[in-house]
């Protein structure tokens, strides 16, 4: 990420700008941060294409399509893409919020690591390939499907930046602003040469970028755009030896120059996932590879390291002796949370030292990251129930109900006892009794890291449930495993008020509200 500069604005929309994350042909993208803590991308398109009318009623319907695509959340919870959060096509230079994925692009992990294992391609593929079920299944096609275009997150894959058009209308490769919507090496065929767009051309994006993520090369060589595309239009893909098996097969059946000869895309996750899980249990256990999961962890600690006032970080949080980990930090399923201290102050932690002397942070999605990558495996962290001795407070108490004021789904943001966001949390509270766990939430952090947790009742009254909170049991790396105690009371304006004494998230607490039941 790149500090803004003096011609970047420091606010679009309800979000303040922290950084440069990178600019393209239609635009710059800066990361951005709302007023509740939520860390975003931010896509502003270039000045000159907000004064062309039909591009801007074009990037109109784009994003309503994109709203589309990324609001059908798959019943398992999980999205293969990054949602849109807000938007305005119709500003003065219009603008895109999409959730920030802090993870490199397929691009930037292959470019420093070379290709990936098979392991990793499969879930890769698998991912990929349930995203592009959900956008045909729209009638959309995505249209510029390449490396840089997958960003590899801890928990799978992301597809961004669609260039949509519908299936059903898109007759050529060309847009009314005269710009090429594909990439040289990664269009298909038929987009080059002004033919019928359909699903298929995904199809064979998909198999190019399938080849690039396991050989580390593209499929179709090349250093000028002429000759790619002169290749992909006549030449057969350069796959090399050591793509292999089932996966060359598909890949070769991608790339047919004709778009009837491409299999169809419900048909790719099947190869490539086992039967029933999808690429769900591709991922659960950790699919990427040590160095990535290592830079994912990078990208996490850097954002938790920007400034209050949201000037870009000089360093990390493990060079800062001014930093440290939450002592006496118990946990939950809830992430660890970073505690900031005065530089004279030492950090004190049972975690290892570096070469100067200063503690390493032992805190969420980042140390989970470096933790596997030196042991060359990915960490998963499979706690039990956590069940503690009996206080003489719950022997005190009665067989006590869940009050029905408590039911149902509640959400908001939670804040660290100093203030500090700590991400989001959704809880969905259920009929039970003294004993039972009433209570499962999920807990997300900085768009990186999610956990999974249940309550169980210890005792209730009108206004409050008081509850110790486990983890589900659900693999997830970077989350802490003990038990907390944690609490719901009924607040003004129809609210709940959320409290843990967790240490290691920071004594979190947040002010929910009721979404269903």
Known sequence: MQPLGPEDPQVIGAYRLLGRLGAGGMGRVYLGRSAGGRTVA????????????????????EVAAVRRVTGDIRPDGRQWTAPVLDADPDAPVPWVATGYVAGPSLTEAVQDGGALPGPTVRALGAGLAEALVAVHALGLVHRDIKPSNVLLALDGPRLIDFGIARASDATAALTETGMSIGSPGYMAPEQILGAEVTGAVDVFSFGAVLAYAATGRPPFPGDNSAGLLYRVVHEPPVLGPELTGPLRALVESCLAKSPEARPPVTALAGVLAPAGGGARELVRTGWLPPAVLEEVGRRAVELLDLEPDGSPPGRTVADDPGYRAPSGARGTARPAAYVPQPPTQP???PGGRDRQGRNRIVAGAAVAATLAAATAAALTLLPGDGDTPTTAKETAASDTSVPKDFLGTWAGDIRQSDGTPNGTMTA????GTRGAYVVRTTYSALNVLECHSKAKLLSATATELDLEEVSDGTPTLGCTGTAARITFTLADGGRL???????GGGKPTATLTKNSG
Do not use: G, N
């Open 497 to 503: 008020a959320y409290a843990s004494d967790d240490a």
């Open 42 to 61: 931010v896509k502003v398109v270039h000045p000159q294409f907000a004064l062309d009318e039909q591009f801007r009623e074009r990037f109109r319907r």
């Open 428 to 431: 969905v509270v259920t009929p």
């Open 347 to 349: 950090a004190r932690h």
